[in-house]
């Protein structure tokens, strides 16, 4: 984008390159255009009809005058240059994309401009601006040609339609009407039906018509001087037509002069030479300012308006693929290069092709990002367009206004404000900010409305809204380009009278066509200061653009402000930097989003994952060792201006907007320069030509003698001496730095790995289309496919891996839910590129889900007699009685696609797909089912060309492995994101026969919680160990709630542990427990509150075997949830350095917890009273010496012990002993027995161990704990109940008790419902 790398190397500063003529060779006549016939092959082959009836070329269906044919360089000058060698091929299909048109006296002969752009393979680029005019036919046998033409098309059309008469050829003339006023290059419609018959459709006849046939002048330039290429090539071009005469020089002078007399203006500099009439100047911006860029953003903001253009905008950011779609070259190149100029300091890395070619439209296939502009054909409707892949696209339909974009995209940060700031700019310069107001909208007004003309307004109301502001503001004597070109327009316009003499007997009004022409009569030709009008409109475009640019400029200054305290330098040199590039970490972006503000999030975590930033942050890396890049170069030039101004230390976090500061400065700088050049150029001089060649005659363009014009001035000036000095500089300076460098080849191979996948994509080779090389350009496209899967699933993993590492304790958290869901948001992108890449014939908008359809519907035939639900609900008796856990579920792609169509929460295509890749994500399942999925290979032939990525066996292969990584970690990407739906649970009680009844009389009772609430109390009916039920998302779950009301006879219940499962993602939850639930038995309890841990899927089926083992052979892990109480006497006694360990454990990971992102932070129930969780801790401190089990007496609990101490406080206040205590001790001492007696007292029978529970919860929740302990320890029952080595007695332990316990207090903690159910504190 910046003209300097364009300029780079040994390109000396010579203004243009290249002089080109384009147009007819009369040696070798009329022949149809071969890649547009390719093309219309391609298509005909793609709708299934035979391709070699479209492959003739010949096509009789179009009129011989709309047909295309093909064009020649006829001439260009230099032959060579050796920097940027010529392209004759790409240089003639993007000067004439439709090939040769032709006219007759009859139709519109208006020249057109447009221009292009050629990307070579290092990125860098040319442009070239093409000013194409109509030219007498004078070749007998051309026109000879077009009447044989002619006849046989008139011929074939009677044949084939015998009955159309006059009747057909008006009354198409409407519909072409409104394409010939846009587009100057269709014939007009035929002004009366009767002459239209005899002409045979707008025919041509030799003996009464005149043909004329389109030829383009194009210069090629390494800088995108637009306006004075324009303006220079629209002079030449009069200097051949003015009735005045000739040219004061041959046009041999002026096209040398500017080929080697006129320099590249120096930056920060202006630059005037001489045109054939009058100066052009041009100006280059300075070291500090934006680089050039002349096209005239003011244009795309009123094609498309601010609102669609900042949408646009970001789609590019975030590197989706656009299609830019529109009848006029020059606003593809308009809106395509200021889209991708706004981007600074960013530069687009993909596929790049503002104006593609008809034969090249199979590139619409890549799948790749890429920014392409494609020519719509007049009156071709959207919706017949044809495009491979929609799920990531953002199609731009620029001559109606609107654009379509892809599904749920982040939105700009501050994108009100920022329109706003846009639409400032745009109104103080009297254009609108909601677009629509290009010169279409005002010559259509007599036509119908449009009907796809936009995204608000109905198209009548719309294109009168903007005739009127049209005329207010004329009245400010302030009319756009734009407006004035329509009026020229209006004016002198055979087609346009009649329309508007139509249009006032059907009674439209055209009073504001008049005062629109009377607004611009009121202005005066000249402008400010003696400028013509047209440099007054160049200054007034430029100033538009630089304000604008500026506006987004500033966005990033601020957004990305301190990137810099972001990048991660870890090479000492550049050799090793490159070589190990793909295993680096070169941005910390963990830590650069947790400095953002909330709402830019969304959109950052996307964009930080761009190639665009990669290579900004790479570009930055190696501005140790070399030349800053210049685009970063002004970047980090503002941001320490920015630093210098305002400190920006307390507006870190803020998402306040700014404002950009320097509108006015920047817009002066350019008009100060275009007010006063600072170089003139040679004035154009005779040449040293032979005499009599190149005779001048009106009309025609001459051939230009080729000896003068291919070799540059010999005489040593002082600019070519300057240059040279400069070269030598420059190769002197090579020299040095290549032994510190690395040899190009390398350096090339790193750096443009991201680009390598579309290197011949940038710019294909236009010219060559044979079967191969589509072939090459589809393989490249597969190779880079894969590598991006590899890529995309590394990171996953190593994202993921690092997390689970930090849970385990080791290394900093580096990933955020946010950052996750880019990642997998980026997967399912990837997937439905490649789903795409290759299809024979498009059907709705997910290439995936499409595919799963098609192989659901083969399915379904296959399998109609095993239909039946594959989970069985019938053995309910069996199961319990074999108590082995959960049935298991069978793997079914089309089980998975059920689940996704039964969730009318999504209602698209590409929702559904991305849903199913979520799902199975989750459930490991996402490699095995896209086998499945491919495994059947009719189908896939069926749907894919021969070259998709999807028929590459060996890449298929691989592609599965990579996605066969991702099930080495846990990813809850669908339970996380879709929190509303209905999810089908089931659950099986497991208990423990040896020891107790596997049945109960009584009747019992579950409920289940997880982190998005709970199923409420569910009745289990008698005797059933299994149950399913169906309920809104719990998400992950955390704890179930299990008891029975003691009931009837044999009311004792040991359970081993109660398993639930999701059925949709098949995630199995086990809740253990190991205790008994009745009165009198163990702790006396009815109901307990099980913590759950998620099951590990490879051992299914060992923990539906384990849980018939009796609890004495546990695992000292699940010692805990055995009564302790009950184990003390026998096994398992942990040392005290253990439970003083255990302890200070349990508190890490509850400051841990609250350490993370709110959204990640897991449950804090399992942190409380999971295994190693706190209570279980603290129970173990407080067993420690416990004089538990007595001969002959029932077992004691820490419970008894904590009510005995809390009668005793009771009795010795009523007996007023601790009236002399210090007033906070007494505050305590209620505080414990209020909070002990309302557990007592709950309606809940949670037993001693779920009390004591339930008491350390509530006292961590208040920050009562630490406060509560010294009055354990200061009572005098602890004598009588503990043994004097107990941890409870010695005054130290207690003391690093209390204090590890204070840590606690700066957090919230807040505990379940199913926790404290029934306590009111």
Known sequence: MSGSASASGAAPCRFAHYFVVCGIDTETGLEPDELAALYQWLEADLHGRDPDTAATGENFEQSPLKRTFKSKVLAHYPENVEWNPFDQDAVNMLCMPKGLSFRTQADQREPRFHSFIITKEDGSRTYGFVHTFYEEVTSPQICSAMQTLYQMHNAEHVSANPSSSSSSSSSSSMDSLASSLDEADSPSPPTSSSSSSSRGGGGYDASRDTLYVSKALCLITPMPFMHACRSFLSQLHRAVTDASGPPPLPLESYVHNILYEVPLPPPGRSLKFHGVYEPVACQRPGPGELPLAEFPLGDAFSLLGAENLVQLFTCTLLEMQILLYSQDYHRLMTVAEGITTLLFPFQWQHVYVPILPASLLHFLDAPVPYLMGLQSKEGTDRSKLELPQEANLCFVDIDNHCIELPEDFPQFPNKGEFIQEISDVLLRFGLSPNGGVPPRTLTLTGAPANPGSGPSTPGRQRKAAALRELEDDGRNGNLAGEELAVLELLQGNATL????????????????????????????????????????????????????????????????????????????????????????????????LSDQPEPYLPFLSHFIETQMFATFIDNKIMSQWEEKEPLLRVFDGRIDKARLYNVRAPSLRSSNYQRCTILRESAQAIEQRLMKIDHTAIHPHLLDMKIGQGKYEQGFFPKLQADVLNAGPTNNNRWSHRTATAQRRKDRHRQQTEHLTLDNDLKERYMQEARSLGKNLRQPKLSDLSPAVIAQTNWKFVEGLLKECRMKTKRMLVEKMGREAVELGHGEANITGLEENTLIASLCDLLERIWSHGLQVKQGKSALWSHLLHYQAREEKLEQQQAESPV????????????????????????????????????????????????????????????????????????????????????????????????????????????????????????????????????????????????????????????????????????????????????????????????????????????????????????????????????????????????????????????????????????????????????????????????????????????????????????????????????????????????????????????????PLGMTCQSLCRYVNAINSTPRNIGKDGKFQLLVCLGARDRLLPQWLPLLVECPVILRMYEDSALLRDRSTVNALISVLETLHDFPITLETSLVKGIDL
Not at 513 to 539: I, W
Not at 873 to 891: D, H, L, Q, T, W
Not at 953 to 971: G, I, P, R, T, W
Not at 1131 to 1145: L, N, R, V
Request: charged share 25%.
């Open 497 to 592: 009278e009649r329309l508007q003499a139509l249009a006032k007997r059907t009674g439209v009004t055209v009073a504001r066509v008049d005062a629109l022409r009377a607004g611009v009569k009121g202005q005066a030709p000249e402008g400010h200061g003696g400028r013509t009008a047209s440099e007054e409109e160049e200054l007034r475009n430029a100033k538009l653009n630089v304000q604008l640019r500026e506006v987004f400029a500033s966005r990033f200054t601020t957004m990305f402000a301190d990137y810099e305290a972001f990048v991660i330098q870890s090479a000492p040199d550049l050799e090793s930097w490159l070589t190990n590039r793909e295993q680096m970490h070169n941005f910390d972006k963990a830590s650069f």
């Open 872 to 1223: 069985s609900a019938g053995p309910e008796r069996r199961k319990s009685e074999s108590a082995i856990g959960m049935p298991s579920i069978r793997v079914s792609v089309i089980q998975d696609m059920r689940h996704i169509q039964s969730m009318s929460e999504i209602k698209t295509e590409v929702g559904r797909a991305r849903a199913w890749i979520r799902l199975s994500l989750e459930k490991k399942l996402l490699s095995q089912h896209l086998k499945q999925l491919l495994s059947r290979q009719a189908l896939t032939k069926k749907l894919y060309k021969r070259y998709a990525f999807l028929r590459c066996e060996e890449e298929k292969e691989q592609f599965l492995f990579h996605l066969l990584s991702l099930n080495a970690v846990d990813y809850f990407c669908f339970t996380s994101v879709f929190t509303t739906i209905m999810i089908p649970y089931r659950a099986v009680i497991i208990p423990i026969k040896k020891l107790s009844n596997a049945m109960t009389t009584s009747n019992p009772w579950v409920c289940v919680s997880g982190e998005l609430g709970d199923s409420g109390v569910m009745q289990i009916p008698k005797n059933v160990l299994e149950m399913t039920f169906d309920c809104q998302n719990l998400g992950k779950l955390t704890t179930v709630q299990l008891g029975h009301d003691n009931s009837g006879l044999l009311a004792k219940w040991l359970v081993d542990c109660v398993m639930v499962r999701n059925e949709i993602t098949g995630h199995t939850y086990k809740f253990p427990c190991g205790r008994w639930l009745g009165k009198g038995v163990d702790d006396g309890s009815l109901e307990r509150v099980l913590i759950g841990e998620l099951v590990v899927p490879s051992a299914e089926e060992d923990s539906g075997r384990g849980c018939r083992t009796p609890p004495l052979q546990r695992s000292p892990s699940q010692t805990r949830r055995i009564s302790i109480t009950s184990l003390t006497g026998r096994g398992y006694k942990p040392t005290s350095a253990q439970i003083q360990e255990a302890i200070g454990e349990a508190v890490n990971n509850i400051i841990k917890h609250f350490h993370k992102p709110e959204k990640e932070r897991g449950s804090l129930t399992i942190l409380l009273c999971g295994e190693s969780g706190l209570v279980g801790a603290l129970e173990q401190f407080f067993h420690n010496g416990f004089k538990s089990a007595r001969l002959f007496q029932k077992t004691v609990f820490v419970w008894d012990f904590v009510e005995k101490a809390v009668a005793y406080m009771e009795s010795a206040d009523q007996m007023g002993d601790l009236q002399e205590t210090a007033e």
